[in-house]
Structure formats: C-alpha cells, structure tokens
C-alpha cells in the first residue's frame, strides 16, 4: 500500500533555511505535493512537482525530488516566523480520481 | 481564485442528533470534491470522494450510512453526520479539484469544520 512518511518536527532560527523531507513508497507516484496547515484551518496548496522533474524553484520555496530512493524535500529560504506551521508532503497517481496521500506532516517551529 | 468554503467552521451538538457540513467551491466548478478528517495532531485521512451527479465513493472503514454525502451541483457538496457520537469528535475538511486544471490534479481546501459532539 502506500505509505508517505516526514519527520516530526523541525526547529529553526528566523532567517536561516529550513528543509522538510518526505519519503514515499508508491513509485508509481504521478505528482508530489506539499500543503502548509496553520492552526485550526485548511491546507493551502504550496507547490508541487510531477514526477518526471528533478527541481522546482518558485520565490523561497525549493522543490527536490529523488525518484531513485522516492524522497523528496521542501527547502524555505530566509525563514520567517510566518512560516510556523504543519507541512505536508502529499502524493496522487494518474488515474485514481485525484486521490491524494498525505504524510504524517511536519511541524515547523520558526525562533527569533 | 481557487477558493474553498466550509460552513459551519464550528459546531456543537448533542449525541445521537444529526450535523450538516458544506462545502463550496466558490470561484470555480468542482466536479470532485474530496471529504477528509483530522484528529489533533495526526494526518488528514480520506473518507469519501465526491463526485457531482452520483454516489460518493467511500474509503474503507467509512460507514456511509453514517457519513452521507450529497454532490448536487458543481459547487457544492455537503456532508452529514448522522446519529453523532463523542467518537465523531473531529476536524472534517474538503477539498475540491477544479474541473478546469490540467493534469496536476490539484486540491484546494477548505477551511475545515471543527465538530464537538457532547
């Protein structure tokens, strides 16, 4: 079955870059997905990747995607308090009604 | 663009009656939409794909007698708990896919409704 695993949680000082990662286990995973989930609200769709991409780069957020060993990170520049929150890496197919698998999501403390 | 509502985004309500939950996607036409549920701190997990014009399509372990769901336009969905109990204590949140994206399969969500049952 499918399976998408992130680590806990992630502390970081303002200003500095912060890294989230994700594995997953489906390889026949179409597009890679990562949502940010501030308290008590929905998720907002960050960025994503198709599969068939190595890098994507859109303002402060970097997309790395390893097909090889299915792990696939979100790089934020220049960290900012407003980027507490959870994050989560998320994965559908070609073919399954848009069926999305979240990970476990990553928590995102920002300090000063 | 690409917006999502929820209403109510909170509600209280007493064991064994039944809540309603909407969900539309106001800015554009969602032929999908996508009920999801969030215990503190844990994953969203799927319930049930909705899809305009006909049955829900539910995850296993769903109960869709209990979890009805009705799809009657192209911008609303709405899903009902019926005969609520403590245990359906949850954050319940939609999506919805854009009849008009190309292929990424994109999801917007709503803001989530928050259910306490007492």
């Known amino acids: 079955g499918e399976d998408v695993e992130q680590s806990l949680f992630l502390s970081v000082r303002e200003g500095d870059s912060s890294v989230i990662n994700c594995t997953y286990t489906d390889s026949s995973s179409t597009y890679l997905y990562w949502y940010k989930q501030e308290p008590g609200a929905g998720l907002q769709l960050l960025t994503y990747?198709?599969?068939?991409?190595d890098m994507k780069q859109d303002q402060r957020l970097t997309v790395l995607l390893n097909k090889k060993d299915k792990h696939l990170s979100l790089r934020i520049a220049d960290t900012q308090t407003g980027d507490s929150a959870i994050y989560f890496c998320a994965e559908s197919k070609t073919g399954t009604a848009s069926k999305l698998t979240f990970g476990t999501g990553t928590r995102l403390q920002v300090t000063l | 663009g690409a917006v999502v509502s929820q209403h109510p985004s909170w509600v209280i309500c007493k064991s064994g009656t039944s809540v309603k939950i909407e969900c539309r996607s106001l800015d554009f036409q969602a032929t999908t939409m996508f009920w999801y549920r969030q215990f503190p701190k844990q994953s969203l997990m799927l319930m049930a794909t909705?899809?305009?014009?006909?049955?829900?399509?539910?995850e296993q372990g769903v109960e869709k007698d209990k979890f009805l769901i009705n799809h009657a336009s192209l911008t609303l969905s709405t899903l009902t708990v019926t005969s609520a109990h403590p245990e359906d204590s949850s954050f319940y949140i939609c999506?919805?896919?854009?009849?008009?994206?190309?292929?990424?399969?994109?999801?917007?969500f709503g803001p989530g409704t928050r259910l306490t049952v007492t």
């Open positions: 990747i198709f599969s068939n991409m």
């Open positions: 999506s919805a896919r854009d009849h008009g994206t190309g292929g990424a399969n994109e999801q917007y």
């Open positions: 909705s899809n305009e014009g006909s049955k829900a399509t539910y």
